[in-house]
C-alpha cells in the first residue's frame, strides 16, 4: 500500500520532470527542423537557378558568337568573291579559328541551291528550296535549327544568316559539331551527379545527357515544358528510375531551346543530412540526458521522502515514550511524596520506641540482657533504613520538582559531592568505583542548580549506562572533576571507561531523539536538553569519546 504510494509519487515526479522539459524540446525540434529544412532547400534550389543561369549566359553567347562569325564572313566579301573555292576555303578557314565548332561552311541562292560549300560533304548542287530551315531564314533572317541527322546521318545542328546584294539574297550556312557544343552545354559539374543538358520546345534532347538519354529521344521526365521566358523555374522530381532530383530549367535567348541542369536530391541534400543526423544525435544524447536525469532525481526525491515520512514517524513514536515517561516521572514524585509520610511515621515511632526503651532501662524496668541488644541493633537498622529510604524520596523530589529558575552562585566543591550521593548507591550496586576530584581552587560559578543538577545527573547515569553495558556488574571507573582553566571559565567534568561512543554516533548525540538504547531506555532526549540549559548559562558542552576506552563530557562554565 505504502510502497505503491511512492511508486505513484516517482512515476509522477518523472512524468512532469519529464514532460516539462520534454514540450519545449520537441516544439523547437519541429521549428527549428520546418525553418531549418525549407531554408536549407531554398538556398540549394538557389544555388541550383544561379548555375542555370550563368550556364544559360555561357551558351547563349557561344551561340551568338558562331552566329557574328557568320555574319562577319557575310559582310567582308563580295558574293561572287565569296564564292570562288580558295575564298570558300579561307572563310572556311577563318571560322575555324574562332571555333572548332564549325565543321563546313555552304552559299545559297535564293531559289535553295547551294552553290559554293566547303565541307567533307559533297553537298554543293543540291536544292533546299523546300527546307524548311531555308524559309524560315529567307523569312526571319537567322535560323538556328534543333540538332539533326540530315545526308550525312551524324547528329549537328546548323546556323544560317542572310547577305543582300542589291535585290538578290545569298543565304550563309554552317554546321556546327554537337560534340563540341556538348562540351559547352555540360561544362556544369555540381557534384557527382549534377549535370546539364538541353531540349527543345518538343522536350528532345539536343545534347546528351551524362546519366543517359539518347540524342533526339524525348527526356521522359519532362512531361510538359515550361512556359517559353527568361525566368528559370526549379522543381523537384522524380525521373524515370525514381530517383528525385532538383532541377532547375530556362530558355535560352537566342534559340528555343531548354537548358536543363539538374542533381540528385540525396547529393544535393548530402550536407543537410548530415547536419540531420548530428541533429538526431544531439536529440538522442540530450533525451537520454533528461530521462536519465529525471529518474535519478525523481527516485532520490521520492527516497529523500521515505526516509523523511519514516523519521518522522519515529519521531512521533519516540514522542509518545517521551511523554510517558514525563507521566512516570510526575507520578513518581508523587509516590516519593506519599512514601515520606509513612517513613516520617516510622521513623518518629522508632523514636519513641528509642526513648521508651531509654526511661525503661534507666527505671531499671529491663537489665541489659542479650535480648535488649537485638531489640537496640534493629531499631537501628529499622533507623538506618528509614533514613535511607527518606534519602532515596527526598532525592526524587529534589530532582523532579519544577524550580522556578533561579541563578545563583554555586560553588563545585560543595555541589558535586551532593549530587554524587543521588547515584553513589545505584554506582555500587553496579560495582562501579566513583572517584571526585575537585579542584581546591575552584571558583565559584553562576547558575541554576537545579538545572545544572540535571545535566550532571543525567551525563551521570549515561556513564552508568556505558560502564554497565561493557563492564556488567564490576570494573566500573567513573571519575566526576571539577577545575579552573585560564580563560575564566570552570571545567566540569564526566569520564568513564564504558564503551565509548563511534565517530558517526558523535555527530548525532546531541540531537533530540537520537538514542542507541533499546525502546524504553531511552528516549534521546537527554543530551539534547543538557546542551541546551549549558548553553543558557553562558557555558558550552564538549565530548571526548574513544570507542572502547570510554568517554568524557566537558561542562565549561563561565565563573563569578
Ligand atoms: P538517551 O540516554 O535517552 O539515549 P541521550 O541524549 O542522553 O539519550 O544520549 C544519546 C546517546 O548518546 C545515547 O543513546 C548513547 O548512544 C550516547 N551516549 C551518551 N552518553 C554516553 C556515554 N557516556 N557513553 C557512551 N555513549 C553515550
Known amino acids: 500500500m505504502k510502497d505503491n504510494h511512492y511508486h505513484l509519487l516517482g512515476r509522477k515526479i518523472l512524468a512532469s520532470m519529464l514532460v516539462v522539459p520534454a514540450v519545449p524540446f520537441v516544439l523547437l525540434l519541429i521549428i527549428g527542423s520546418y525553418y531549418f529544412i525549407t531554408t536549407a532547400q531554398n538556398t540549394t534550389m538557389a544555388k541550383m537557378a544561379r548555375i542555370v543561369e550563368d550556364h544559360r549566359q555561357i551558351v547563349d553567347s557561344f551561340l551568338s558568337e558562331r552566329e557574328s562569325d557568320l555574319q562577319f564572313a557575310a559582310d567582308s566579301y563580295d558574293i561572287l ?46 536544292n533546299y528550296a523546300d527546307a524548311p530551315w531555308f524559309r524560315q531564314v529567307l523569312k526571319d533572317g537567322l535560323y538556328i535549327s534543333d540538332v539533326f541527322l540530315g545526308y550525312r ?52 534532347f539536343q545534347t546528351q545527357r551524362r546519366s543517359g538519354g539518347d540524342l533526339m529521344s524525348k527526356d521522359p521526365t519532362l512531361e510538359t515544358m515550361p512556359p517559353v521566358n527568361l525566368a528559370v523555374e526549379s522543381t523537384v522530381r522524380k525521373d524515370a528510375q525514381g530517383e528525385t532530383f532538383l532541377y532547375a530549367a530556362t530558355w535560352l535567348k537566342n534559340k528555343d531551346w531548354l537548358l536543363v541542369a539538374r542533381q540528385e536530391k540525396a547529393e544535393a541534400f548530402k550536407d543537410l543530412n548530415r547536419i540531420a543526423y548530428l541533429v538526431i544525435l544531439v536529440i538522442l544524447v540530450g533525451g537520454l540526458m533528461i530521462v536519465s536525469l529525471a529518474l535519478y532525481v525523481s527516485r532520490r526525491l ?142 565559584l560559578i553562576t547558575g541554576d542548580a537545579s538545572q545544572l543538577e540535571q545535566v550532571v545527573v543525567n551525563l551521570l547515569n549515561n556513564a552508568i549506562y556505558a560502564i ?70 553562558g557555558g558550552h558542552m564538549e565530548v571526548k569519546s574513544e570507542t572502547g576506552r570510554g568517554t568524557t563530557f566537558f561542562i565549561r562554565l563561565p565563573k563569578v
Open 81 to 126: 568573291e565569296l564564292i570562288k573555292p580558295e575564298t570558300m576555303s579561307q572563310v572556311f578557314e577563318n571560322l575555324q579559328k574562332k571555333s572548332a565548332a564549325f565543321t563546313d561552311f555552304g552559299v545559297f541562292n535564293q531559289t535553295g541551291v547551294h552553290v559554293a560549300y566547303h565541307g567533307p560533304y559533297a553537298l554543293a548542287g543540291k
Open 153 to 204: 546521318n551524324i547528329p549537328h545542328f546548323i546556323i544560317a544568316v542572310v547577305k543582300k546584294t542589291g535585290d538578290r539574297t545569298w543565304i550563309l550556312r554552317a554546321t556546327i559539331d554537337t560534340s563540341i557544343f556538348k562540351n559547352v552545354v555540360e561544362k556544369i559539374r555540381v557534384g557527382k551527379t549534377g549535370e546539364a543538358y538541353i531540349l527543345n520546345m518538343e522536350g528532345r
Open 302 to 443: 521520492v527516497g529523500e521522502m521515505e526516509h523523511i515520512d519514516t523519521e518522522k514517524e519515529e519521531l512521533g513514536r519516540q514522542l509518545i515514550v517521551a511523554g510517558r515517561l514525563a507521566e512516570i516521572g510526575e507520578m513518581s514524585a508523587g509516590f516519593a511524596h506519599e512514601i515520606n509520610n509513612p517513613l516520617q511515621i516510622i521513623r518518629s515511632e522508632q523514636t519513641l520506641i528509642e526513648t521508651i526503651l531509654e526511661d525503661m532501662k534507666e527505671r531499671g524496668d529491663v537489665p541489659p540482657s542479650e535480648d535488649l541488644a537485638q531489640i537496640h541493633d534493629s531499631l537501628d537498622q529499622i533507623k538506618f533504613q528509614v533514613d535511607r529510604a527518606g534519602g532515596i524520596t527526598q532525592g526524587i523530589l529534589k530532582f523532579a520538582r519544577k524550580k522556578e529558575s533561579s541563578i545563583r552562585e554555586i560553588d563545585l566543591k560543595v555541589f558535586v559531592p551532593e549530587i554524587i550521593t543521588l547515584v553513589k548507591r545505584k554506582a555500587n550496586v553496579e560495582g562501579i568505583h566513583v572517584a571526585v576530584e575537585i579542584d581546591e581552587g575552584t571558583p
Open 468 to 537: 554497565v553495558e561493557r563492564h556488567g556488574p564490576s570494573g566500573g571507573e567513573l571519575v566526576v572533576s571539577a577545575a579552573p582553566v585560564t580563560d575564566g571559565e570552570v571545567v566540569l567534568s564526566v569520564q568513564d571507561n564504558g564503551g565509548g561512543i563511534s565517530p558517526e554516533d558523535m555527530e548525532k548525540i546531541f540531537t533530540p531523539f537520537f538514542t542507541t538504547k533499546p525502546v524504553g531506555k531511552g528516549t534521546g532526549l537527554g543530551l539534547s536538553i543538557c546542551y541546551g540549559i549549558v548553553g543558557k548559562m
